[in-house]
């Protein structure tokens, strides 16, 4: 039969309440584990470009080559996403939420500790860049299994009138993993030095996310089924079939527009959280020490806009809070790239910062566009599709626009901000109870 879409809210089996209990923030800091670990490697990996483009590849190549050498593997990562993502989310939606809760962050972190151990270009030549695409690659493969399953896992266990503010939570891991790691970076730098960091200090970042991620999987043994999942199983509701081709089979509108959406967070998240900094620094050259500290600041103001954001969707909708937290992203975007200077950087940065919840505001429609039983798959084959897509190559394609014309940086990023105020009232006319239906 096929799942109606519902215009009412329907709260998950047996999780009557309109409040947060122990257990749901027990599970929500469970979550958020994973999208610190994921969004710590990104930040990592793209901090860290001028000193690994100096190790993985022969110091004859031009230091612009190396870099982009880099970020070109770091862009491969996201082309094994929609595959391992759609794997993993496929087994989710017919085993358990909770088997994949703990493999997909396990999978993530092996790799991550690959990295910080693979021996350099002087010792093993060309392995040396194929060892860490390998790495890359896998990475990739796991990290499209983890956003997902975190979204439905937190979205199935807590009551749903409350699934902004838990969204805005498990954002805030998001932007821990920003934080946590420029403040590793940052301290290395500071106490090492910089040729001592080059030598040895790279390796450190990497090693220490493995090492969490390994920790994160083991914890994450202890939280229980979603409720909604023990529900289908017990009424033997589950998806028959593939989910992946049950999901265009009857839900292809809601596919079609929830790829369209997943634009945005896979163009907004590197192009706008990250790379202004780089820009700022080696296009205006600003001083290094300025742009980390307003950085910081972006990222200090992303903690309290996370969760102001999702108080605002449990209050008003998301329909409303998501076009007007993007209308702003957009005319802030054009300001910042016209009257940004040294002396306002922190205002300007502070400003995004407020802004970009809008990207973690976007769980919501996703969550909300599929039905319980093929809710894993629906998510990670959207949301991976625009991340291998868009994630990837926005930093190469910003590197391009910066070249010819500043203008070009908010263009492309406002151009999926557009994007996602067009599809969202849509998605929010065919949105669906979060708790079981009818079979899939």
């Not at 993993?177 to 106490?191: E, K, N, R």
Request: charged share 15%; with cysteine.
């Amino acid at each position: 039969m096929h799942v109606k879409a519902s215009t009412t809210t329907t709260e998950a089996p047996g999780d009557k309440s309109e409040t947060l209990s122990l257990e749901h923030f027990k599970v929500l800091a469970l979550a958020s584990m994973g999208g610190l670990l994921e969004y710590y490697e990104f930040t990592v990996f793209i901090f860290l470009t001028p000193f690994t483009s100096r190790l993985f590849f022969p110091a004859s190549s031009p230091e612009w080559l190396r870099e982009l050498e880099t970020l070109t593997i770091f862009a491969s990562g996201y082309l094994t996403r929609p595959l391992g993502g759609i794997w993993l989310a496929s087994l989710g939606d017919k085993l358990g939420r909770k088997k994949m809760f703990a493999v997909s962050v396990l999978l993530m972190a092996a790799p991550t500790l690959g990295v910080g151990l693979l021996p350099v270009y002087a010792q093993i030549g060309v392995c040396a860049p194929l060892g860490l695409l390998a790495c890359r690659l896998l990475q990739g493969a796991a990290l499209g299994g983890e956003l997902p399953t975190a979204m439905v896992f937190v979205s199935e266990h807590v009551p749903e009138r409350r699934l902004g503010l838990a969204f805005g939570v498990l954002g805030t891991g998001v932007v821990l993993g920003f934080v946590l790691a420029s403040g590793v970076i940052t301290m290395l730098l500071h106490h090492m030095g910089a040729e001592a960091f080059q030598m040895r200090g790279w390796r450190v970042p990497f090693i220490l996310g493995g090492a969490f991620g390994l920790v994160s999987a083991f914890l994450r043994r202890y939280v229980s089924e979603t409720p909604v999942f023990r529900d289908l199983s017990a009424r033997r509701h589950l998806v028959r079939g593939t989910p992946f081709r049950q999901l265009f089979k009857r839900y292809k509108a809601e596919t079609i527009l929830c790829l369209l959406l997943s634009i945005a967070p896979g163009v907004i998240v590197p192009g706008v959280h990250l790379f202004p900094a780089i820009y700022l620094q080696t296009s205006l050259h600003y001083n290094a020490r300025i742009v980390n500290d307003a950085l910081f600041w972006l990222q200090v103001t992303m903690l309290f806009s996370g969760i102001i954001g999702g108080l605002a969707v449990d209050l008003l909708g998301w329909r409303s809070v998501i076009v007007t937290t993007f209308l702003a992203l957009i005319l802030t975007l054009f300001g910042f790239y016209r009257f940004v200077t040294p002396d306002n950087l922190h205002l300007w940065f502070c400003a995004l910062g407020l802004f970009l919840s809008g990207s973690i505001m976007l769980y919501n429609p996703l969550v909300a566009s599929f039905p319980a039983q093929v809710r894993m798959t629906g998510i990670a084959s959207v949301y991976n599709v625009g991340a291998a897509v868009f994630g990837g190559t926005t930093p190469v394609v910003m590197q391009i626009l910066a070249r010819y014309s500043k203008w070009g940086l908010p263009l492309y990023p406002a151009a999926a901000a557009t994007i996602a105020i067009v599809v969202t009232p849509f998605l929010w006319k065919m949105r669906k109870p979060v708790g079981p239906d009818e079979a899939a």
